[in-house]
């Protein structure tokens, strides 16, 4: 299925499409001709195409639909292939992957919405979900007081009866405005609880979710990012009153792993671009590729597109294992490290390719101006990092995991890189820990799993320090041949 879905994201005219759809954003149509409310947004047809291939394949819920060993792991495969085409449609993608198991919290919502979510047909029609032939799933949780602080949300949810409840209020953030419905925080009269509102009421009717405006953004311009009101919106309840946070949680650590599956996929797709570029372009009697120095940058970065890999493929295994505490943290270390990697990374990527680079037919500006999306949204890097502390102050044992497995092998390199850890796990100095404990992790991993051309670069410069602040300082024993070759096949794939 990975081959066949990725003969087809990438194909010429498939990368065609995510040129088309990032130089055509969404345009957001408030009203109808009559001056009634519509709250509708028209995407250009080649984003509708991306959509249509990543919903084919059951990328926004294969571990669900299809339940069976190694499930989130493929999804995660096959997402890495839909983001390095078009990055900015796997956001609805992501987050109806990333609802399910919240769905599940309300079993008569799980009953008529997951066999919605199970469908692998695009439906952009904007019906009912109950006449559609497919569904979606968004969510709203960042309000304009303050995001990360969601326990300050001031949109009150007023009860009515059953599991029913009226929302008033408004969301600063709420991407992939077309989707079906959204789970959404507000205050209920119990406290911050978890709701699942929809486009559409049970009667027919719109339901009272107005969109404001749409972001002018840095990046991901293919998808829309728009900022919502709620009027009087029908809503039901997922989980507890007042246990918000704890329910949508899990709905969080499944778009977390996609953060890093988002990052993960730009930096593969920028190293592939520059391996390319540096194997055909000549400069000073020579293929670039073939020049000592732009050789140590490119095995940089491929060693650390390959730690990325390696990472984001551990930690789904660990969401298909259902290793819970090990995921919980391994998903926060991850996306605080791949996602923060990824900006440095597009732009050393990007320079490869000369002034080419800065143009944006090469495809480069619109990687490095997605790079940092990945760090900021389901928790900036900060808060991601208090994060980590805090699922060590819960549960201890997570920590104790994820030693265990970064010290499996026994090497040396990693035992001395780890030695002090835990006497950094406190607040003024929790991105030094949260970074040395990925890096830490995908030591381990690069050293079982990685040919040991690249493991053995990775430890020297990552674990031993022997680098320098840029990418392109790897030390001079390393063993270029092998990686550039690694490198190299990475670049065949025009
Ligand atoms: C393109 C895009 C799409 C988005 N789509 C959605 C969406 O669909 N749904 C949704 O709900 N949200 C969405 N978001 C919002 C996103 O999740 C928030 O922007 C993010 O969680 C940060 O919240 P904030 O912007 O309010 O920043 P703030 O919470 O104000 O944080 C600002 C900075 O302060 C840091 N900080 C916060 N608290 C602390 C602390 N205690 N100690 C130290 N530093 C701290 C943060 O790390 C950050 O760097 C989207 C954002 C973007 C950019």
């Not at 309840?237 to 993960?264: F, K, P, Q, Y």
């Not at 991850?334 to 597009?346: D, N």
């Not at 006497?423 to 030591?443: D, K, N, P």
Request: charged content about 20%; aromatic content about 8%; hydrophobic content about 45%.
């Amino acid at each position: 299925m990975l081959d066949e879905f990725g003969g087809k994201a990438g194909t010429a005219e498939a990368i065609e499409w995510g040129t088309l759809a990032n130089e055509n954003p969404p345009v957001l149509h408030t009203h109808d001709r009559f001056g009634n409310r519509c709250d509708e947004v028209a995407f250009h047809p080649a984003y509708h195409q991306v959509m249509r291939l990543s919903v084919g394949y059951g990328i926004h819920n294969l571990p669900w639909a299809n339940p069976q060993r190694g499930a989130h792991v493929a999804r995660a495969a096959l997402a890495m292939l839909a983001s390095q085409n078009e990055a900015g449609h796997v956001c609805p993608v992501s987050m109806t992957y990333s609802a399910v198991p919240v769905l599940r919290r309300n079993a008569g919502l799980a009953r008529e919405w997951e066999p919605r979510v199970h469908s692998n047909v695009y439906d952009p029609s904007f019906r009912a979900a109950s006449e559609k032939s497919g569904a979606l799933i968004g969510m709203a949780m960042t309000e304009k007081q303050g995001g990360s602080d969601v326990r300050a949300n001031t949109t009150r949810a007023e009860p009515m009866g059953a599991d029913e409840y009226i929302i008033d209020g408004h969301k600063w953030f709420c991407s992939a405005p077309m989707c079906d419905a959204f789970l959404v925080l507000a205050q209920a009269p119990g406290g911050l609880t978890c709701f699942f509102l929809p486009r559409w009421t049970p009667d027919g009717q719109r339901n009272g979710f107005h969109l404001q405006r749409l972001k002018s953004k840095l990046g991901n311009r293919a998808n829309a990012s728009g900022e919502v009101e709620f009027h009087r919106a029908w809503s039901r309840r997922i989980g507890e009153e007042g246990r918000g946070v704890a329910t949508i949680i899990e709905m969080v650590n499944h778009t977390r792993l996609d953060c890093i599956m988002g990052s993960a996929a730009l930096m593969r797709q920028a190293l592939v671009q520059a391996v390319h570029h540096a194997r055909h372009r000549r400069a000073f009697g020579s293929a670039l590729i073939d020049q000592p120095l732009m050789r140590n940058v490119l095995a940089d970065l491929a060693i650390e597109s390959e730690a990325a890999t390696l990472l984001l493929m551990r930690v789904a295994r660990a969401f298909d294992e259902g290793d819970r505490a090990f995921a919980r943290l391994a998903v926060a270390i991850g996306k605080f490290w791949i996602s923060k990697r990824a900006a440095a990374f597009t732009a050393e990527a990007l320079e490869c390719l000369g002034g080419n680079g800065y143009v944006e037919e090469s495809m480069m500006p619109r990687l490095y101006r997605e790079a940092p999306l990945n760090s900021i949204w389901e928790g900036s890097g900060n808060v991601i990092a208090l994060d980590v502390l805090r699922a060590i102050a819960k549960e201890p044992e997570a920590l104790e995991q994820v030693l265990a497995e970064i010290r499996i092998t026994g090497d040396a390199r990693v035992e001395n890189f780890t030695e002090n850890i835990r006497s950094t796990v406190s607040e003024g100095v929790a991105r030094r820990f949260s970074e040395r404990l990925a890096i830490a992790l995908q030591a381990s991993l690069m050293i079982r799993f990685s040919p040991a051309a690249m493991a053995d670069a990775f430890c020297a410069s990552r674990l031993g320090g022997d680098c320098g602040r840029v990418f392109g300082t790897l030390p001079p024993e390393t063993d270029w041949n092998s990686v550039i070759a690694l490198c190299d096949e990475a670049g065949h794939g025009e």
